[in-house]
């Protein structure tokens, strides 16, 4: 589906867990919703939080599957090659059966679509649950892991064809990233326009970013900073941002409300105006945000 | 030997201000292994020498041949990670989404494809500043299989524990549930959860709990940042109790913890009045574990 450039998709990712990006991408979210239709889709499936603040009216609920390989014994003669087409050795023959190891499967469909005797057929297998809400100008989207389940990305992807399809053309879109810089916030960010970085001022906030930028970069995103709690620490990451021409969006000080309203799972935005500067800034540059389409 | 790894489901609770500092305190008894791979940062703190460096491959990576190459787009029909894209007349693999799996090599009709093995990280085996041995790696950037480096982290440190006998592993885990969590919790006996007394931080609490009693692990559980919301606190010693679980401690929210991170410390070495209290976590742990 071709995306018109009117439509702001911005993904919200750190780095180093615990940084801030619930806390902004809930409130930016309740913040730019006031004027505009906005969708917020929580893609940190291992841990979503996001839920947790914004409520809503459920809309729909979908399980979501991987599928695996599933073995027909009567078909089967014995030939291996499944097992030989499998790199991750997720499937095997083991005397007179052929055996497989779901975590180790990344339903790539070789061992089904090469088996010479269809004997091999793909299963569903749950992996999670893809839960749509609406408040007001807010949809929201909130993916959930089964606990147990070794990858994230299979499910962050049919999340993203979710939205894809079906809330594609809403102008405000945000997508809450799992933290990190490998394969699970690259999965997130892959539909994204732009990329907003929540760090904080400290050596292991630094470092983190500085690999999540690499990231970003690497994928040839733009991007900018946000800073939190960013009346503590030091200055060397406004420096690095200034150094490397990152645009710092805002910051975000230290503050007891902040915590306080967060630990209870409040939102701040509505309830104290400490983070209005702050995202009034942010929204504001979304909104004026010119995309290459 | 006993191995305690540190999770905590939401990221920054403190895992890492907390392992250092109990690395701090027990010197040469403890190998530590740096299993946040994805996002490292105990080096921050303990200033590795990196005495020793090797380069990480894991997995495959599909490369098209395009002198060889016909374009019958067989290979973008089978591939189901979306990973073949047509770059103006020419096929070619994206790094980022090829996954390794070797189809669209098995079912080219020209052998135009060959799968090479990956580059995906580094890893490093240390003498740290306060005479740990440090082993500990980093994943290339937007690079997957941060689990298997996980493991191999895991083993090398299981190794040097074993030859050099010493008594404790402590294994600084990644965020999460997924893969390489599991990873850092195979073969484990021992769980130290770092959660704070927040919304998310008790969801994610709940939902690492299952996992970790999945691998038949014993836990304990430390509450940081205690004070910053008391009846969330105490949400979560009742949870703990119903859990069954052992409450080691509650670590109030005190700036020391970053203020020495700015200056390379732990928080043990800053006179903070908090370093008595995590003597005794650290004391706690090891009489836990002798029973």
Same mark, same amino acid.
């Given at each position: 589906?071709?995306?018109?450039?009117?439509?702001?998709?911005?993904?919200?990712?750190?780095?180093?867990?615990?940084?801030?990006?619930?806390?902004?991408?809930?409130?930016?979210?309740?913040?730019?919703?006031?004027?505009?239709?906005?969708?917020?889709?929580?893609?940190?499936?291992?841990?979503?939080?996001?839920?947790?603040?914004?409520?809503?009216?459920?809309?729909?609920?979908?399980?979501?599957?991987?599928?695996?390989?599933?073995?027909?014994?009567?078909?089967? /003669?014995?030939?291996?090659?499944?097992?030989?087409?499998?790199?991750? @050795?997720?499937? $095997?023959?083991? !005397? =007179?059966?052929?055996? %497989?190891?779901?975590?180790?499967?990344?339903?790539?469909?070789?061992?089904?679509?090469?088996?010479?005797?269809?004997?091999?057929?793909?299963?569903?297998?749950?992996?999670?649950? /893809?839960?749509?809400?609406?408040?007001?100008?807010?949809?929201?989207? @909130?993916?959930? $892991?089964?606990? !147990? =389940?070794?990858?994230? %990305?299979?499910?962050?992807?049919?999340?993203?064809?979710?939205?894809?399809?079906?809330?594609?053309?809403?102008?405000?879109?945000?997508?809450?990233?799992?933290?990190?810089?490998?394969?699970?916030?690259?999965?997130?960010?892959?539909?994204?326009?732009?990329?907003?970085?929540?760090?904080?001022?400290?050596?292991?906030?630094?470092?983190?970013?500085?690999?999540?930028?690499?990231?970003?970069?690497?994928?040839?995103?733009?991007?900018?900073?946000?800073?939190?709690?960013?009346?503590?620490?030091?200055?060397?990451?406004?420096?690095?941002?200034?150094?490397?021409?990152?645009?710092?969006?805002?910051?975000?000080?230290?503050?007891?409300?902040?915590?306080?309203?967060?630990?209870?799972?409040?939102?701040?935005?509505?309830?104290?105006?400490?983070?209005?500067?702050?995202?009034?800034?942010?929204?504001?540059?979304?909104?004026?945000?010119?995309?290459?389409? | 030997?006993?191995?305690?790894?540190?999770?905590?489901?939401?990221?920054?609770?403190?895992?890492?201000?907390?392992?250092?500092?109990?690395?701090?305190?027990?010197?040469?008894?403890?190998?530590?292994?740096?299993?946040?791979?994805?996002?490292?940062?105990?080096?921050?703190?303990?200033?590795?020498?990196?005495?020793?460096?090797?380069?990480?491959?894991?997995?495959?990576?599909?490369?098209?041949?395009?002198?060889?190459?016909?374009?019958?787009?067989?290979?973008?029909?089978?591939?189901?990670?979306?990973?073949?894209?047509?770059?103006?007349?020419?096929?070619?693999?994206?790094?980022?989404?090829?996954?390794?799996?070797?189809?669209?090599?098995?079912?080219?009709?020209?052998?135009?494809?060959?799968?090479?093995?990956?580059?995906?990280?580094?890893?490093?085996?240390?003498?740290?500043?306060?005479?740990?041995?440090?082993?500990?790696?980093?994943?290339?950037?937007?690079?997957?299989?941060?689990?298997?480096?996980?493991?191999?982290?895991?083993?090398?440190?299981?190794?040097?524990?074993?030859?050099?006998?010493?008594?404790?592993?402590?294994?600084?885990?990644?965020?999460?549930?997924?893969?390489?969590?599991?990873?850092?919790?195979?073969?484990?006996?021992?769980?130290?959860?770092?959660?704070?007394?927040?919304?998310?931080?008790?969801?994610?609490?709940?939902?690492?709990?299952?996992?970790?009693?999945?691998?038949?692990?014993?836990?304990?559980?430390?509450?940081?940042?205690?004070?910053?919301?008391?009846?969330?606190?105490?949400?979560?010693?009742?949870?703990?109790?119903?859990?069954?679980?052992?409450?080691?401690?509650?670590?109030?929210?005190?700036?020391?913890?970053?203020?020495?991170?700015?200056?390379?410390?732990?928080?043990?070495?800053?006179?903070?009045?908090?370093?008595?209290?995590?003597?005794?976590?650290?004391?706690?742990?090891?009489?836990?574990?002798?029973?």
């Amino acid at each position: 589906m071709a995306v018109s450039a009117d439509i702001k998709r911005i993904a919200i990712a750190s780095g180093k867990g615990g940084t801030g990006k619930t806390l902004l991408s809930t409130n930016l979210a309740a913040c730019i919703s006031r004027s505009y239709p906005t969708l917020l889709v929580d893609l940190d499936v291992e841990e979503p939080d996001d839920f947790l603040f914004i409520g809503g009216v459920l809309q729909k609920s979908l399980v979501q599957y991987k599928f695996i390989p599933d073995w027909n014994e009567t078909q089967c /003669t014995f030939c291996d090659s499944c097992s030989d087409h499998c790199r991750f @050795h997720a499937i $095997l023959r083991l !005397g =007179e059966s052929i055996v %497989v190891f779901n975590e180790l499967c990344h339903s790539c469909f070789a061992c089904s679509e090469l088996c010479p005797s269809g004997a091999i057929r793909m299963k569903p297998q749950k992996i999670g649950e /893809t839960k749509e809400f609406v408040t007001g100008n807010l949809r929201f989207i @909130h993916s959930c $892991l089964e606990i !147990g =389940e070794e990858q994230a %990305v299979p499910l962050i992807h049919k999340t993203l064809q979710l939205v894809r399809n079906q809330t594609g053309n809403l102008p405000v879109q945000l997508y809450d990233c799992p933290p990190g810089a490998s394969c699970p916030m690259v999965a997130a960010t892959k539909d994204a326009d732009f990329v907003i970085l929540v760090a904080e001022p400290t050596p292991f906030g630094i470092h983190d970013f500085m690999l999540a930028a690499s990231t970003v970069r690497m994928l040839g995103k733009p991007f900018a900073a946000v800073i939190n709690r960013s009346d503590m620490g030091d200055d060397s990451l406004e420096d690095y941002c200034n150094t490397g021409n990152i645009p710092v969006l805002a910051k975000i000080p230290f503050s007891n409300k902040i915590s306080k309203l967060y630990s209870e799972g409040s939102l701040v935005f509505g309830n104290c105006d400490v983070m209005n500067p702050a995202l009034e800034k942010i929204a504001d540059y979304i909104i004026q945000l010119k995309l290459n389409p | 030997m006993n191995e305690i790894v540190i999770l905590s489901g939401k990221g920054g609770t403190g895992k890492t201000s907390i392992a250092a500092a109990l690395a701090s305190l027990a010197g040469n008894e403890v190998v530590i292994a740096d299993c946040d791979v994805d996002a490292s940062n105990m080096h921050l703190l303990l200033q590795p020498d990196f005495h020793f460096s090797e380069d990480f491959y894991s997995g495959h990576l599909a490369r098209i041949h395009p002198e060889k190459c016909m374009k019958c787009g067989l290979c973008i029909m089978k591939c189901r990670f979306e990973a073949i894209i047509l770059t103006g007349d020419d096929y070619m693999i994206d790094p980022v989404s090829c996954e390794g799996c070797g189809y669209c090599q098995m079912i080219c009709p020209l052998q135009a494809i060959s799968m090479e093995e990956r580059l995906s990280g580094k890893f490093y085996i240390s003498r740290t500043r306060i005479n740990n041995v440090l082993v500990h790696a980093s994943l290339d950037i937007a690079a997957g299989n941060s689990g298997k480096l996980v493991a191999k982290v895991k083993s090398e440190a299981r190794k040097i524990a074993v030859s050099e006998h010493i008594p404790f592993i402590i294994v600084d885990g990644p965020p999460g549930i997924g893969c390489p969590v599991i990873s850092s919790l195979a073969g484990a006996t021992f769980v130290l959860i770092i959660t704070e007394p927040t919304v998310s931080g008790i969801h994610d609490l709940e939902r690492l709990i299952p996992l970790i009693r999945h691998f038949r692990a014993r836990m304990a559980c430390i509450i940081n940042k205690s004070d910053i919301n008391i009846s969330k606190t105490k949400e979560i010693h009742d949870y703990l109790k119903q859990q069954n679980i052992l409450h080691i401690a509650d670590i109030p929210y005190d700036s020391l913890f970053m203020e020495s991170m700015v200056k390379g410390l732990t928080i043990t070495e800053t006179g903070s009045p908090l370093s008595g209290q995590l003597v005794n976590i650290w004391t706690t742990i090891k009489e836990f574990l002798k029973n």
